[in-house]
């Protein structure tokens, strides 16, 4: 490496940059979280903290490395890591400071959290069992033979300074201490509880992008004009609840080349028998083949959409609905005369010209409608290809005594 580079590596803000974002996304993580009454802070009483309603207050503290051992991992956080033993350091130095230190540890939790692997890490063991058995003089003596194993000089300080805090205060303390370790893939960690508050994952990635550009901006403002960041679950609904409009948009209903299985016999097909009884096709035309991979396409649309639930039962079957409607409206105005001239005692055989005329006005007037999908449009191939669908499945006709002649056995 040159001279240069070094210098270079040296005053680089890389690690730096990377520590304060991986702060600012767990407070991101632990804001998509907060109950009535919390208030959550951003370097402000601490890296984070949080204000319960009940009256209590977590103080966490953050520590992120890109460093990493032979094996591509993250390094551990070792026994006697400067970051973990300057974090302790200062948590004594805050409790210290409070003019009732016992009210405050009695109502404060502290956390820390970060990046770093745990393997065997002494102090973390003998914390555990701290926990489970209540016994302080075992665990202070484990931080004062660390103290010796220290080569650092500020390390050494750092340990003493949690070795020498007072016994009332150090066994309260110890028991508030929790320290989450391999603290890792945050970004996949929000996008996980935004998952979990809107249910769907398709608009993840664009609520995301949108409450970060929106709470970066928020912290920078903030801290600028107020000197602080803290927002509570109200300001954050207010605040950034527009992100999350995504989630509550229609969305047009994704469309995919599924293949497409012909039946052996095509003109046996209901709605191609109608079309053909018409004259609307001719028997070996290739519409039949054309018409029908339209009504395939729809069918597996339809069954894929509401398979992976992006489109409920009531909502196919409004779409039917309103497709029928439309139809019906017209079959009644087209056949309107027709149903008179019967009244009067003209029979089908002999109207069966104007029949098939009318008929051929009813499908051409349908193929240019646009059926409605949810908030959107099917298209008109995918009407066209619902239309033939649901005369295939006898819901609709276009012969005047269409539902006689194509009863099914």
């Known amino acids: 490496m040159t001279n240069i580079n070094q210098v270079q590596q040296q005053y680089t803000a890389g690690p730096n940059a ?15 979280d907060l109950s009535h009454g919390d208030i959550i802070g951003f370097e402000s009483k601490d890296d984070v903290h949080i204000q ?17 051992n ?5 390094q551990n956080l070792t026994t006697l890591d400067i970051d973990l033993w300057k974090t302790m350091s200062n948590w004594v130095k805050v409790i210290e400071a409070e003019a009732d ?17 745990e393997h065997f890490n002494e102090f973390i063991a003998a914390l555990t069992v701290y926990k489970h058995d209540g016994d302080y003089n075992k665990l202070l003596t484990k931080i004062k033979e660390l103290r010796t194993r220290a080569k650092d000089k500020s390390l050494k300080e750092y340990i003493k300074k949690v070795a020498s805090f007072k016994i009332k205060y150090f066994k309260i303390f110890m028991s508030q201490v929790t320290i989450e370790t391999g603290f890792d893939d945050i970004i996949e960690r929000i996008k ?45 609904n207010s605040r950034f609840g527009r992100c ?24 046996k097909q209901v709605f191609i028998r109608q079309l053909i009884d018409i004259g609307e096709v001719a028997p070996g035309s290739k519409d039949v083949i054309k018409y029908t991979q339209q009504m395939l396409q729809v069918i597996n649309h339809f069954s894929h959409w509401l398979d992976e639930n992006l489109l409920f039962p009531e909502e196919s079957k409004k779409c039917d609905e309103n497709a029928i409607l439309i139809w019906e ?34 499908i051409d007037y349908l193929r240019e409608q646009d059926l409605d999908i949810l908030e959107g449009k099917l298209g008109i191939e995918f009407s066209n290809g619902h239309y033939y669908a649901l005369s295939n499945n006898l819901q609709l006709g276009w012969h005047l005594d269409w539902e006689n002649k194509y009863q099914r056995s």
């Open 101 to 117: 230190p016992k009210a405050f540890l009695d109502k404060t939790s502290f956390l820390l959290f970060t990046n770093k692997n």
């Open 70 to 74: 032979v094996a591509g991992e993250i």
């Open 52 to 68: 319960r309603n009940d009256g209590t207050l977590t103080l966490y503290q953050g520590k992120h490395s890109v460093q990493t």
């Open 244 to 267: 999350f409009l995504d989630a509550y948009k229609e969305r047009p209903l994704p469309r995919r080349e599924f293949p497409v299985f012909l039946p052996q016999d095509l003109e």
């Open 192 to 236: 996980n509880r935004i998952k979990k508050t809107c249910r769907i994952e398709a608009v993840v990635d664009s609520i995301y992008d949108k409450l970060v550009s929106n709470m970066h901006t928020a912290k920078y403002l903030d801290i600028k004009h107020r000197g602080k960041f803290e927002i509570s679950l109200d300001d954050f």
């Open 18 to 32: 990377i520590g304060f974002d991986y702060q600012f996304f767990y407070f991101m993580f632990l804001a998509l």
């Open 329 to 362: 409206n017209k079959f009644r105005s087209t056949y309107r005369e027709m149903q008179r001239r019967m009244e009067n005692g003209s029979s089908l055989e002999e109207m069966e010209d104007d029949i098939r005329s009318m008929a051929l006005n009813i």
